[in-house]
């Protein structure tokens, strides 16, 4: 089923299970943010999950790796977190923008540039940074649930090294009877979810210009350099670390992100991108392929047309714990990449600094990273 989409042999000698159990690597971070934009924002949840599951499906298939597609974290913390400041209206337009500037830079070889620029402690940093973010937010979703958490801990670890059963499928069956025991009527809810096709509505008719002005000025501008750093730079290393096979450039990332958001913002979605965190994620829980997205993107395209008014249901059947330890360990996997590629004490401050700048605000540590690279690099500075 999920071979065909393997390269030159790679990911033959792997059982299929591993690929579908890879595909739900990245819940961590996609459904607490789509719980967010639903019930917080209340965005059409069709939209949603049609503009996500679409591009899953086409990334799975022309990178044929595990490249995530994820929701934009500066852009959805921000408008999840002030409701009342940023319309749904603001939202679409800040993917529209950010679909057409990523759009230019890879089509003009602009974002080429400025990743050959960019030094490799920095990168390294804001990898390190992202990885461990990823661990704190994890342990934070955790704690309302500590029983829990701490056995499904137990549970993933000990799977992990297990070559027949997958840990994620392991994971996720144990949080279905940990959400039907603690909620008995969640079995009955899910079976009178009703059933029928719905389409996205288009946002078009609902866009204003202050809404555009908002859009791009508070959403879109402020997510470019978290955008160019996670989510093009680091995410195209890793990625050719791990699959040099089939390596991707950051021009080929930068139009994918052009083309996702134009595409995702005309039919009511939210800003995505490719981040290196969610590709961690995937590939910790075994995915090695493509097909692991197309599994994800299909389920989540069929489950947006069908039953998208009721996706509010289907998400209580991933409890915080579960889905805090999913992202706690493709935090520890992104991490734990670039533990030794620091050759010199210079480059392993450079590292250290943009990766706890990171934890904060990756645009931020990007530039402090490169201003201190740069002035240890003229002899300014002595680390």
């Known amino acids: 089923m999920i071979r065909w989409l393997s390269v030159r042999g790679q990911g033959a000698n792997r059982y299929d299970r591993f690929e579908v159990a ?16 639903v019930t ?34 500066a852009i959805a913390t921000a408008a999840i977190g002030h409701p009342e400041t940023f319309s749904a209206g603001a939202i679409w337009a800040s993917g529209l923008f950010t679909g057409a500037f990523w759009l230019l830079m ?86 009178q979810m009703p059933l029928g096709l719905r389409l996205p509505e288009l946002p078009w008719a609902r866009l204003s210009w202050a809404d555009l002005v908002t859009g791009v000025l508070f959403l879109g501008l402020p997510q470019v350099a978290l955008t160019l750093g996670n989510a093009v730079i680091a995410t195209v290393q890793e990625h050719n670390a791990l699959f040099p096979d089939r390596p991707i450039s950051v021009r080929s990332v930068a139009v994918s992100h052009g083309v ?12 995505m991108c490719h981040g290196a965190g969610g590709m961690a994620g995937h590939v910790r829980f075994g995915a090695r392929t493509g097909g692991a997205l197309v599994i994800l993107g299909a389920l989540l395209f069929i489950v947006g047309l069908a039953v998208g008014d009721s ?13 805090g330890t999913v992202l706690l360990f493709g935090g520890l996997e992104l991490a734990a990449s670039v533990y030794d590629r620091a050759e010199s004490r210079a480059d392993r401050y450079v590292m250290a600094l943009t990766a706890g700048v990171a934890l904060w605000n990756m645009g931020i540590a990007y530039l402090a990273g490169m201003l201190l690279w740069l002035a240890q690099e003229k002899g300014w500075v002595r680390l």
């Open 40 to 73: 917080i924002n209340r965005l059409d949840p069709v939209g949603l999950l049609v503009a996500f599951g679409l591009f899953m499906v086409v990334t799975g298939l022309y990178f044929k790796s595990p490249l995530p597609v994820q929701p934009m974290k």
């Open 106 to 191: 890879g089509l003009t070889g602009a974002v080429r540039w400025i990743a050959n620029v960019t030094s490799r402690p920095v990168v390294d940093g804001l990898v390190l940074g992202l990885g461990l973010s990823f661990v704190t937010e994890g342990a934070r979703m955790m704690q309302g649930q500590p029983v829990l958490a701490l056995a499904a801990v137990v549970l993933t670890l000990v799977l992990l090294s297990n070559q027949r059963v997958p840990a994620m499928l392991g994971l996720l069956g144990f949080g279905l009877v940990g959400a039907l025991a603690e909620r008995p009527g969640l079995v009955r809810e899910v079976l």
């Open 260 to 271: 996702m958001n134009l595409f995702g913002g005309a039919v009511g979605g939210v800003p």
């Open 22 to 37: 890879g595909a739900f690597g990245d819940l961590g971070t996609l459904i607490p943010f789509l719980v967010g934009y």
């Open 311 to 323: 996706v509010g249901t289907l998400f209580k059947l991933f409890p915080p714990a579960i889905l």
